[in-house]
């Protein structure tokens, strides 16, 4: 009998772990993919970008995605059967072994979106139960923990802070950070430097960043970034109170008859029913994930699935709203020295903009968002494919030739990315399928990824008032797009957190309202998820949550 039984690896997963094995606490983490390790991982751009190392065969584990089409249609594709896959890396560790490690915090009114914006049409925006104050001792000690590499800038934006700066120095940057700096400036728009959940020095057992120039989508062979694994699951291996088990796929957790878990079903790696029995259960498999396992958990007192007597799991999935935008830059355009100094390899953008995190529209104040600075990704042969197309004519022999050598040597691709809220909504949910099956026979996730208008046009405005920084830097080339499809690398809610049992499956602590002894701690809980990128609130919070696990503990 273990004291925990965490399932999952990732940002949701390790802070408990790592919380509860440090205070004695005999603790098992059961892992679907594969123990991967930092040395296991390499700069293959087909293995990285592909991952097919990383994510389950399509033909054994699928999804069922559900879109709307042009013509107002909803259409169901299987993923085995379009190759585009929905899952984030299963090993241990989780997604965060791929993360891009982008760490701006959530500002106090994204936790009370609802009541400082108000209503947005067709949305089911509401406050979180917590505040901005709640939650950032934790978002500090990440910093910290994990490590978090910048400088604090001021804006007038910049959520209020308890740690006058970042525990780790800014990585270095490529002389592109100090053009956009300077012509932003000349557009009176605020720029910072990126903050990074990417070591600049070494910690613990933990290598500095060696600035190779594959980090995005790429497992970190220094353990620079701050993965789950290398942060926190393996320090808390060190206690002697941590199990983990990979290769373990959950498909039902079971109870006793009076609101308790006393065991975590699941296949091991020869396929065989194992089970494990522990006090208590914390779910951290990712939010579509979370969301599948609690509806396969049905019996006579949870017909609907487990903690599902409100019908509220699955639903109001989340992801990250907007869209990515780019310019070339010219080397022609510069002088030799600065031409010189961006064709530098491996060194970071790090710039973000927060101007427009509140935008006005119609004389009214609405939520913005984020934008992201990036190079375009090093990857030589998908760079090398994109290239054979002249619109939609396809170059070959001499042309193709000297096109892909002038990409290469004579322009450098400048990347932005913007984050705005992506609006909880009736048609954005997750539910079992009633016609396709995993290869142990269980429904796959059928995820409907429905969104609202009004997000796009809030990504629309973004991208129009970052052009002019494009413009003023000589960029050329320049375009945007602004989407509706969901980024499967962000996903958050399904399991939302909340004070009213009747509208949300969570308590503002993260255990479910219908089963005493059950904590979800991915991004499911979230009701909204800011205009950043999740991982580091997931981490956050799940810190706030093992303080609040570990004193219940203490009265037992």
Same mark, same amino acid.
């Given at each position: ?64 995605? *559900? ?24 090993? *241990? ?73 970042? %525990? ?6 490529? &002389? ?18 990126? %903050?990074?959940? &990417? ?46 088990? %990979? ?22 790696? =020869? ?11 914390? &779910? ?75 935008? =006005? ?126 980024? *499967? ?37 979230? %009701? ?29």
């Amino acid at each position: 009998m273990k004291d925990i039984c965490i399932i999952g690896s990732g940002a949701g997963a390790s802070p408990v772990a790592y919380e509860l094995s440090k205070a004695g606490y005999k603790v098992v983490v059961l892992e679907k993919g594969p123990w991967l390790k930092t040395e296991d991982f390499t700069k293959d751009e087909l293995v990285a970008t592909r991952k097919d190392l990383y994510i389950p065969n399509l033909e054994d584990e699928s999804h069922q995605i *559900v879109r709307k089409n042009s013509d107002g249609n909803w259409s169901v594709k299987n993923t085995a059967d379009t190759g585009s896959d929905f899952w984030n890396g299963n090993v *241990v560790g989780g997604s965060s072994n791929f993360m891009s490690g982008y760490f701006h915090r959530m500002k106090p009114q994204d936790f009370k979106l609802k009541s400082t914006y108000g209503e947005i049409e067709g949305a089911n925006i509401t406050d979180w139960p917590i505040s901005y104050d709640d939650l950032e001792p934790y978002y500090a000690k990440v910093e910290e923990v994990i490590g978090v590499s910048g400088k604090v800038n001021q804006h007038k934006y910049l959520e209020p802070r308890s740690t006058p700066d970042f %525990p780790y120095a800014p990585l270095a940057t490529n &002389i592109v950070s100090d053009l956009i700096d300077k012509a932003a400036g000349e557009l009176k728009i605020s720029t910072f430097g990126t %903050p990074r959940a &990417i070591i600049s020095k070494g910690k613990d057992k933990r290598n500095a960043c060696y600035y190779s120039n594959y980090c995005g989508s790429y497992g970190c062979s220094s353990s620079a970034k701050g993965s789950a694994r290398s942060a926190l699951l393996e320090p808390a291996l060190e206690t002697g109170n941590l199990e983990i088990i %990979p290769f373990a796929k959950v498909f039902h957790l079971e109870t006793d008859g009076k609101g308790k878990v006393i065991r975590a079903n699941y296949y091991d790696a =020869e396929d065989q029913k194992q089970f494990i029995e522990a006090n208590l259960f914390v &779910i951290a498999a990712q939010a579509t994930e979370t969301s599948r396992l609690l509806l396969m958990s049905k019996n006579k007192d949870f017909p609907n699935g487990l903690a599902n007597n409100n019908d509220q799991v699955g639903k109001n999935l989340v992801f990250s709203s907007g869209g990515v935008g780019s310019c070339n830059l010219n080397y022609d355009d510069f002088d030799p020295d600065t031409a010189q100094k961006l064709k530098a390899p491996g060194l970071f953008v790090n710039r973000a903009c927060q101007e427009w995190y509140e935008i =006005e529209k119609e004389g009214k104040k609405i939520k913005g968002g984020t934008i992201d600075f990036l190079w375009d990704h090093a990857n030589p042969v998908s760079r090398t494919i994109r290239a054979k197309w002249d619109g939609n004519d396809l170059l070959y022999g001499t042309a193709l030739k000297e096109k892909i050598h002038g990409y290469f040597t004579k322009q450098r691709r400048l990347k932005f990315e913007i984050f705005t809220d992506w609006s909880p909504n009736d048609d954005c949910f997750v539910e079992l399928s009633d016609d396709k099956f995993d290869k142990w026979g269980d429904p796959v996730g059928k995820i409907w990824t429905g969104a609202i208008s009004y997000d796009k046009t809030v990504g629309e405005i973004l991208a129009k008032n970052t052009i002019p920084i494009l413009e003023k830097m000589g960029g050329k080339n320049i375009s945007y797009t602004i989407s509706n499809y969901p980024s *499967v690398n962000l996903q958050a809610g399904g399991c939302r957190f909340g004070i009213d049992p009747e509208t949300s499956v969570l308590d503002a602590n993260c255990k479910a309202h219908e089963v005493e002894n059950l904590y979800v701690t991915d991004g499911s809980f979230m %009701p909204t998820g800011g205009s950043t990128t999740f991982t580091f609130t997931i981490y956050a919070n799940a810190f706030r949550v093992a303080d609040k696990i570990l004193e219940r503990l203490k009265t037992i």
